[in-house]
């Protein structure tokens, strides 16, 4: 079945404690993006990867990294996590890029940071 | 200022009836892609329907149909024959040609199925 995997799905954590969030893909696509999505803003990019060892950042990119060694993976990583991290996180990955390619989207990750 | 715009924070619609989402846009750009998501409560992000800017026809898919006005930078979705596995947050996402692999989401609606 072709998909987008997260894992965890809901993490709580504290202040400090550094954490990754993985994303994997099965269909080989080229394009990789992370969201996070907070009441009254809809989603909004991270940071986003065009193919292996490549990224850029996206409308809220502080506080995180990625990393893209492998076309299927792409995880999150949040070094020192603050409260206003908290949030929903998605994934998502599509073919080729252009402005019909369709993301598909993972199942998300809620993480609260105490 | 706001990419994309959706004002009704929260529908009701009867079971069985159409209803219509709204969604504007802001973009200088020619080539743009124009998608709606439905977010059920479990979460999940669903593709639902596409619409490019050079596309004459109002794309459709089964029940959804999306309304498309690119004078009026409009992008409305219309679901016919509402159902209560409807009921969710509906959000309206565009991607502009230039502008990497973002999608610019609007802040979403809530639709609720009344039985």
């Known amino acids: 079945e072709a998909q987008v995997t997260q894992n965890p799905r809901y993490l709580i954590t504290v202040t400090g404690k550094k954490l990754t969030v993985t994303c994997s893909q099965n269909?080989?696509?080229?394009?990789m993006s992370w969201y996070r999505q907070d009441p009254g803003l809809g989603l909004r990019q991270i940071y986003y990867?065009?193919?292996?060892?490549?990224?850029d950042k996206g409308d809220v990119p502080e506080g995180y990294k990625v990393s893209r060694k492998e076309k299927r993976n792409f995880p999150l990583i949040l070094e020192s996590p603050s409260p206003n991290q908290t949030s929903l996180y998605f994934c998502?990955?599509?073919?080729?890029?252009?402005?019909?390619?369709?993301?598909?989207f993972g199942p998300g990750t809620r993480l609260t940071v105490l | 200022a706001q990419k994309i715009t959706q004002t009704q924070p929260g529908m009701f619609v009867q079971e069985k009836e159409a209803v219509t989402l709204d969604c504007t846009y802001d973009?200088?750009?020619?080539?743009?892609?124009l998608f709606w998501y439905k977010q059920p409560s479990s979460g999940e992000m669903i593709f639902l329907i596409y619409?490019?800017?050079?596309?004459?026809q109002n794309a459709t898919e089964g029940r959804y149909s999306l309304n498309f006005q690119k004078a009026r930078k409009s992008a409305n979705l219309v679901i016919s024959a509402s159902q209560l596995g409807d009921s969710a947050m509906y959000f309206c996402?565009?991607?502009?040609?230039?502008?990497?692999?973002?999608?610019?989401f609007g802040a979403g609606t809530i639709l609720r199925v009344k039985s």
């Open positions: 990867s065009m193919n292996v060892e490549v990224t």
């Open positions: 973009t200088s750009d020619q080539s743009y892609g």
């Open positions: 998502a990955s599509n073919l080729a890029g252009g402005s019909a390619d369709t993301q598909y």
């Open positions: 269909m080989n696509h080229e394009y």
């Open positions: 619409q490019g800017s050079y596309d004459e």
């Open positions: 996402a565009m991607r502009e040609g230039h502008k990497g692999n973002k999608l610019v």
